[in-house]
Each structure stands twice: as C-alpha cells, then as structure tokens.
C-alpha cells in the first residue's frame, strides 16, 4: 500500500515559516539595488555613452558600436561591482516563460588563460540557438536562425550571479518571434494616435504612454504535497480531487489573515522585488483557500510587462526557498476559483495627465469622454481578438465555466456613467445642437468627477471594467505574459482614435464648429457600441441569452476563439499599424494552436497514466481487502447471517469494479482518439479533435476516479486529496 501521502503530509506537518533577513534602511535604500537604472548608468557610463542611452530610451535613436561597447564596458563593471560572473539576454518567446542563455564574461584564450570580454557586440546581438523555441514556420522557411536585440527601454538588472540584458527575439527575416516586439511597435502607434488627437484639447502633448498595473493571483501548495501529486507537478492542474467537505462557501479566507508561513514567502518576494525595481505594493488572500493576490504600483506598460514576467520568474524561485510551490495555473482546482491576472490600463501624457480621469472642467472632460467612448468603440469593434487574445488551454477553465468573468466579452461602465451616455445619446438625437443644448451638456459633463467619487457600484464579473480612471481587463489568465492582451488593446485604441481622427476632421471641413463635431461623432459611437455594454450579472444563465440576442460572441474553447487571429480584418488592423504582418499574424496563430495541442495532449497523457498506474491499482487492492473479508465472513458466519452481513460489502466490491472499468475503458478510448488526432496535419483541426474528442474524456475518468477517491480507504489513496492540498498552511 502507497504511503507517498503520509510521508509527505508528516513533510508538510512541521514546517516553521523561513526566516526572513530584512535588508537594513528603508525600502527606498535598496528599490533597484540590481537593476541598471539611471543613478547606475551615471555612475559608470561617460557623459556621451549616458546621453546616447537616454536618446535611444526616450526618442528610440539608434545606438552607434563605438558606444554600444562603452555601455556595455560600464554595464558589465557596474555588474561586476554586484558579483555578477555571467550575461544573459533575457526575451520573451511565445511559449508564454522567460527564456535565457547564460553566458561567462570571460572568454579562453592562447596559452590556457583567460580574458574578461563583454563588449558592445555581445550586449547589442546574440544568436541563440532559436530552433528550440516556437516560430509557427516562419523561422523553419527562411534559417534556422533567430536573434535577440537589446532592447535599451527596459533596464538591465541582475538575478543572482547573472546580468539579464532585455531583449527582443526576431527571425533571421526580421519576423518577430516572441511577445516584445509587436508591444513595442503597438504602443509607438497608440501613441501617435493619441497625440494627434488630445491635439483637440492640449497643444502641449506631445507623447502619449499607456500604463499597465497588473494583479498576480496565485495558489501556493507545500511542497511535499505537490511532489506527490505528478498531475500538479507536470501539468499545474490537478486533474483528480474530489471536492473537500469545505471549499470556499464560508468565504473565510477572503477576510482571513495571511498565515505565517505565507507572510514570510511574501516579504521575501517582495524584499526581492524591490531590489530589481518592481514596485509590488499590495498583498493579499484570494478567495479560495491558499489563494493570493499581489499587485504593484502601475507603470509604463513595457516596463510593467517585463516586470510581471520577472516577478513570475522570482515567485518560483522564492516560492521553492520557503518550501512551497507557487501555481500560476488559470484553473489548480476544480470546485474552487480559478486565477486571473487583471490588466488595468490607462493612457497618461506627457503633460501629467490621466486621459481616462474625468477632468475638472467640462473642457478637459470632453476630453476623458473622448478617450473614454473610443475605448468602448475600440472594444466592441474587436471584441473577438480580445477574446482570442487571451485564449489558452487554462484559461478556458475559468472563460466560458460560470467563473469571473464570462468568454462573452463586454464592458461594464457602472450606472453613473452609463446615464451619462445615454443622455449624451438622447440629447444629441436630431444630430444639430442648440446653444442652450450645448451649454446644459456641458454643465453636466462638468459634474462628472463629483458623482464618480461615490460611484461604488463595482461589478466583478465583467471581463472590461471601468474603475474610475482606468479600464480593468479581468479576463486575462494569471499565466498569461500580459504583453499579449497589451499589445491587442493598444492597436485597436490606436485604430480608433486615427479613425475618431478622421471622422471629426471630415465633419469640420464640412463647416461644423470642432466641439460640435466631436459630439456628433462621439455619439455615432455610442449608438454603434451599445450593446457591449453590460451593466448585470457576467455568470447568469440570462446574459448568455441576452448576448445571443444581441449578437454578440460567446467562444467557449481556445480552438473557436483563436479563430479571430486570422480573420482578414484583424490581419489588416496589425498590419495598417505595422505592428505585425500578414505571415507574422499566421505564425502566432499556428503557435497558439500548437501550444494547446501540446498543453491537452500532455493532460491527456498524464492522467491516463495516473488513472491506471496508481488508481485502478489502488482500487483494485482495496478490493481485495474486501474480498478476502467477505471469504473470512464466509467462514466465520452461517449462511444467513452471511448474507446480511456481506450484502453491502459485496455492493462496494461491485462499486469498485464499475468505477475501475469506467475509468479503464474511458482512458482506452481517450488514447484512440489522442492516436487519431496526432495523425492530423492541420493544426486548426488538430486543436479541434483535441478539443471536442479528446478533451471530453478527462471529464468521466475523473468523474470515476474521484468516486473511487470517496470509497477507498483514506490511507490508500495516492494522491494528496484536496483538503491537504488546500488547507496546509
Ligand atoms: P482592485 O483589486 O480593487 O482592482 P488593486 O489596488 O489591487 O485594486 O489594483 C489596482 C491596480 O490598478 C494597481 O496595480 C494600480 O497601480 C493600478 N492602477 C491605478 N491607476 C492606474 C492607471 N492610471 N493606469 C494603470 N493602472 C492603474
Ligand atoms: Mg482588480
């Protein structure tokens, strides 16, 4: 009989919290001790290679070699100074993690010695060896070559031993092949865009940058347990757990205090962090049990993106030090919430504002209602490529299941704000405004930063959700690298602020008054994208109806959503900005497929292999148990006796024998499907089959499984269950 379980839970039992050595002086003494930021720079760069990074930073001027080798003669003393031995370039490839290439400073030379060589050369370009990572053709069809260039926007910084130079990843052809590249050419168009039109209302702008603050959700499992569970180690999902007895109905952990051991992963985290310049701010429990959120202060969405996925990267690494594991997984358990990762963006100018705050004038609050109902148009234009955008194998789990928030894609403004535009709709009805008309607009959209002080109505089960001064986009998943989601919202932003553009100038060469004009084209776009707005109940059964009515989309599997990424509209949007190509936009598409293909197919593979390495076999000896007990019964009792005694004992055998050959047959089946769908070429099919033939197995076996987890005794069973997975502390 396995004793995996009890050996790990003793494991779990006695674990103090680690403890944790506060660094001395405040957090401001060691914020961005390891990142090579502009004190470092000024410190060990010359004056000339200080401004020309400045200028490749703040105005994207090209880099010369003769000072791409002074910096990186500062860049690598500067590390040198912090212990660093070994340079990295640090990209982001479409396989969702981090990916590095470590390389010694140091390079062998005649006579056995060496010399230290980190020039401008290695800093600017390396050649890693690309052919293992994602590329959807596009690398395969030219040469099996793939660079990284440093991106000079992002500092930086030092993990442990390691100089970490962000870069981006493109093919030899100069396609992009990870997650950074369309982001940045995303926020160069948006913020063109924008420029021109706060021209409207502040000739002083002259640059627009979007911000991003993320919100981290994760679960954390001890350690022990999650070694003993193969399907949490190697998918990031329990595939089996019956639910626990208690769940997340009490709703306690929301409102509980963090629990020791947890608080001490968390500083950690945090102490670490900061160090690298990542300004986490918020902590917090979740509301399942074991659940957890962290958020930092928002930033400049390049640098917020890097930062979650450096602060993923130190969570595992943390997380291991105290002992735990950290889930980053959409969806660890069934019956409990899953993760998100909310994106709230805003877009702020030069001149210090918020272009989503309501201003306190009516002025500046055409202004915010400008910026604010192109985001509505943007939205409900492509809402399908939002949708697909955040499509993965683990977020289906919580898009589409009854959980925050619904695959049906819609914008929740909070009812002050909706009557706003409603009476904006109703007033400038027959198009022409009278002065009276204009003056009473104006006074009432004057008054909209009072009323949004109390406006507390806040829904959390819209997937885009207004907050007060920024849209919050809950729907992207707590693995997701948020450049994904970033990169679609600021297209289809800078799409629709150059059409507002448009729109408004054509009215103004026909002879309307510029504010009259906006009006007039604000309200068009009211009307138009009325019905993605949603201001009810995400989860209910009625929002699916009333959606269907309204014609609005309702993707429930990755496979249906990704769709919309080679819709010829959507082709064209990315490439009128030049933020992706046609064959760029294709390449994703095929990875994406591959990757849930790949994500499925693994799920399929382990559970088969723990429904019949460890379950059958557990049931079936637990059967024997009750068998040779029903013969001892035999011997010891008369017949009749017997045949009272045996009656439920003989039920449970029977039990055990249905469940094992219901879970037998189902995975037999689930492996001839996996057969068939592994022979299709196509790999939109492929994805299909995954997902509609053999997707649906995973549902009985485990359905059997977790009666069986019921009915065998406690101390057999061979996975931790859910209540020891949940509730170690
Ligand atoms: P909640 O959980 O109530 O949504 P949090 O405080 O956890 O709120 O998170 C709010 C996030 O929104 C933080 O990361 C915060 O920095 C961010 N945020 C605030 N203002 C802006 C803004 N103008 N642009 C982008 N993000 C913002
Ligand atoms: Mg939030």
Redo the contacts with the bound molecule.
């Keep these: 009989m396995s004793t995996i379980r009890f050996k790990a839970l003793e494991d779990t039992m006695h674990r103090k919290p680690v403890e944790v050595s506060l660094p001395s002086g405040t957090v401001a003494a060691y914020f961005g001790e390891n990142v090579f930021g502009k004190d470092a720079m000024r410190q060990f760069l010359s004056e000339e290679a200080y401004s020309s990074v400045m200028a490749a930073i703040e105005k994207g001027e090209p880099l010369d070699r003769k000072m791409a080798d002074q910096i990186a003669s500062g860049m690598k003393a500067w590390a040198a100074s912090k212990g660093a031995s070994h340079y990295t370039h640090w990209f982001q490839p479409l396989t969702g993690a981090t990916a590095e290439k470590h390389d010694a400073f140091f390079e062998p030379v005649e006579g056995g010695r060496a010399i230290e060589r980190f020039g401008g050369s290695q800093l600017v370009q390396q050649e890693p060896d690309a052919s293992s990572f994602p590329n959807g053709g596009i690398r395969n069809t030219f040469e099996a070559r793939g660079y990284t260039a440093w991106d000079p926007s992002s500092p930086a910084f030092i993990i442990g031993d390691t100089l970490c130079i962000p870069t981006i990843f493109v093919s030899y052809t100069g396609e992009a092949l990870d997650f950074k590249t369309p982001l940045l050419k995303a926020l160069h168009a948006l913020d063109k865009a924008a420029v021109e039109v706060c021209q409207y209302f502040d000739r002083n702008v002259t640059k627009v940058v979007a ?5 981290q959700e994760y679960f954390l499992v001890d350690e022990a347990l999650f070694n003993a569970r193969p399907d949490l180690a190697i998918t990031g999902r329990t595939l089996f757990g019956a639910a626990p007895a208690k769940g997340q109905q009490l709703e306690d952990h929301y409102f509980g205090s963090i629990p020791e051991r947890v608080t001490s992963f968390m500083l950690d985290l945090e102490i670490e962090a900061h160090k690298l310049g990542i300004p986490i701010k ?1 902590r917090h429990n979740e509301v399942a049990p074991n659940q957890f ?1 962290c ?4 930033e400049e969405i390049n640098l917020a993106v890097d930062h979650n996925q450096l602060l993923m990267d130190i969570m595992d690494k943390i997380s291991r030090r105290h002992k735990f594991r950290v889930l980053l997984h959409e969806k660890p358990f069934a019956g409990v919430n899953g993760s998100g990762k ?1 994106n ?3 877009l ?1 100018t030069n001149t210090g504002k ?1 272009l ?1 705050s309501p201003g306190k004038t009516p002025k500046t609050n055409l202004q915010f209602l400008t910026f604010f109902i192109n985001t509505i148009k943007a939205f409900h234009d492509n809402a399908d490529l939002l949708r697909a955008t955040i499509a993965s194998a683990g977020n289906d789990h919580r898009l589409g299941a009854n959980e925050a928030p619904p695959a049906i894609m819609s914008v929740f403004l909070g009812t002050q704000l909706s009557k706003v535009l409603d009476e904006l709709e109703e007033k400038l009805k027959g198009g022409k405004m009278t002065p009276d008309e204009k003056t009473a607009l104006k006074l009432n959209i004057g008054k909209i930063p009072d009323i949004l002080l109390d406006n507390t109505d806040r829904n959390r089960t819209s997937p885009f959700a207004f ?1 007060g ?2 849209f ?1 986009f809950r729907a992207v998943g707590s693995s997701a690298n948020c450049a994904g989601a970033m990169t679609v919202l600021n297209t289809i932003m800078a799409d629709q602020l150059i059409k507002f553009h448009k729109e408004v100038e054509a009215l103004i060469a026909k002879g309307k008054e510029k504010d009259e004009a906006i009006f007039q084209i604000l309200r068009n776009y009211i009307v138009d994208s009325k019905r993605i707005r949603f201001e009810g109940n995400g989860y209910g059964e009625e929002w699916v109806k009333e959606a269907k009515k309204r014609g609005l989309n309702n993707f429930k599997t990755t496979p249906e959503a990704l769709n919309a990424w080679v819709r010829k509209e959507f082709v064209e949007l990315f490439e009128r900005h030049n933020v992706m190509n046609d064959r760029e936009q294709h390449a994703r598409y095929e990875i994406y497929l591959e990757m849930y293909v790949k994500k499925i197919q693994i799920e399929a593979r382990v559970m088969g292999d723990l429904a019949v390495n460890s379950i059958i076999p557990t049931a079936l000896q637990y059967q024997n148990t009750l068998i040779s007990n029903v013969r001892g019964l035999k011997e010891v009792l008369s017949a009749a006796e017997f045949k009272k005694a045996a009656a439920i004992q003989l039920e449970m055998i029977k039990e055990v024998s249905d469940h094992v050959a219901a879970i037998k047959t189902n995975v037999d089946a689930m492996i001839e499907e996996r057969k068939k769908a592994n022979n299709i070429e196509d790999w939109k099919k492929k994805a299909e089959a995954y997902c509609n033939k053999v997707k649906p197995y995973f549902e009985v076996v485990r359905d059997n499984a977790d009666k069986l987890e019921m009915l065998v005794a406690d101390e057999a069973w061979p996975l931790p269950k859910y209540r020891e997975l949940l509730f170690t502390k």
């Design positions: 911000t991003l603050g993320w919100e918020t959120e958020a930092p202060v928002y909310h709230n963006w805003s702020a918020n989503l907050t001064n920024k919050e």
